[in-house]
Nanobody, 122 residues
Framework: QVQLVESGGGLVQAGGSLRLSCVAS????????KAWFRQGPGKEREIVAV????????YYAASVKGRFAISRDNAKNQMYLQMNSLTPENTAVYYC???????????????WGRGTQVTVSS
């Protein structure tokens, strides 16, 4: 099992930026598909971005493409989500997740962090 802990959330004005971090411990994190999901108020959990264990395959939700960037540092067992040009619609709890296969479906991921709140004010 991989233990995941997110950080970096907070309150930001529309148009601002935040960088979320996710630190992993446990099994070899570098060999997992890694993803960021989010769950807004009254909404279902949805995919934000994914990359496979090698980093060669990446997916971004259409609503964040060009504004958000997922990255990793295998040496530090960390992954990141750089979020730019934030809008109030991006307000949500953001979760990092790890799983065995490249997928945009939450049920495909075995390991989850507890989430970090991102609030974007207008």
């Amino acid at each position: 099992q991989v233990q995941l802990v997110e950080s970096g959330g907070g309150l930001v004005q529309a148009g601002g930026s935040l960088r979320l971090s996710c630190v992993a411990s446990g099994r070899t994190f570098s060999m997992h598909t890694k993803a960021w999901f989010r769950q807004g108020p009254g909404k279902e959990r949805e995919i934000v971005a994914v990359f496979d264990w090698s980093g060669s395959s990446t997916y971004y939700a259409a609503s964040v493409k060009g504004r958000f960037a997922i990255s990793r540092d295998n040496a530090k067992n960390q992954m990141y989500l750089q979020m730019n040009s934030l809008t109030p619609e991006n307000t949500a709890v953001y979760y990092c997740a790890a799983g065995p296969a490249f997928s945009i479906t939450a049920t495909s991921y075995y390991d989850w962090g507890r989430g970090t709140q991102v609030t974007v004010s207008s």
